[in-house]
């Protein structure tokens, strides 16, 4: 699995591991961060290195199929992350923006068995 999958993936995993209700990942300043909402509050999860921050907004874009080419207009999807054979989690997804300025907002993960 390529380095930029394992590392969605984590960031993923880690807020579902952690009940996240969501996940930003947008920029702060001179700072690309990923940050989670945690029981009403915003705990900063990491600070990506500026060159990975598009390429960590463009992959969730990907997973959740959405089209990438509105600079100014939110596009909304969802990800389905399979973590086992009988279970998946999903997350709603809302992307706005266009290379450095991209921003991602996740909500609403899901814990779900598998037929």
């Known amino acids: 699995m390529e380095p930029l999958i394992k590392l969605v993936h984590a960031i993923l995993l880690s807020a579902h591991k952690k009940g996240a209700t969501e996940i930003w990942v947008r920029r702060e300043g001179e700072q690309r961060v990923v940050s989670f909402r945690l029981d009403g509050e915003w705990w900063e999860e ?13 992959r969730l874009g990907i997973m959740a199929s959405l089209p990438m080419y509105r600079k100014d207009a939110y596009a909304e999807g969802a990800i389905v ?6 279970r998946e989690i999903a997350f709603d997804i809302r992307v706005r923006g266009h290379g450095d300025s991209l921003e991602a907002l996740l909500r609403s993960s899901t814990d779900t068995a598998t037929q």
């Open 46 to 58: 990491m600070v990506l290195p500026p060159e990975l921050h598009g390429a960590v907004v463009r």
């Open 81 to 86: 992350l399979r973590v086992s054979e009988t």
